[in-house]
């Protein structure tokens, strides 16, 4: 079993920033990619960005700019820095990865975290 804990959430004014967390923990080989989602009352959960083992990085294109994804594969963590933060901004993140679970498969699995509230302010 595999847990992914988020921490950062909370309540910013418009222009802000805030810089979210997620550690992941468990008994797991490896992590391939790791990532951020986020969803509002109402909307579908939407990609926000990601990070694969690698470095490399996707944005969606409305975060583009704003937002910086990192890892720290030793710490088997991942951060998102928000900055200039809008309203729009304002739902529930979630930290999404692709796990490897074991030497014995290559098969990936994806986990999510319990997700934390980012609210923007006007």
């Known amino acids: 079993q595999v847990q992914l804990v988020e921490s950062g959430g909370g309540l910013v004014q418009a222009g802000g920033s805030l810089t979210l967390s997620c550690a992941a923990s468990g008994n797991f080989f490896s992590i391939a990619t790791m990532g951020w989602y986020r969803q509002a009352p109402g909307n579908q959960r939407e990609f926000v960005a990601d990070?694969?083992?690698?470095?490399?990085?996707k944005y969606a294109g409305a975060v583009k700019g704003r937002f910086t994804i990192s890892r720290d594969n030793a710490k088997n963590t991942v951060s998102l820095e928000m900055n200039s933060l809008k309203v729009e901004d304002t739902a529930v993140y979630y930290c999404?990865?692709?796990?490897?679970?074991?030497?014995?498969?290559?098969?990936?699995?994806?986990?999510w975290g319990q997700g934390t509230q980012v609210t923007v302010s006007s």
């Open positions: 999404n990865a692709g796990i490897r679970t074991t030497a014995l498969s290559f098969r990936v699995e994806t986990y």
């Open positions: 990070i694969d083992s690698a470095g490399s990085t």
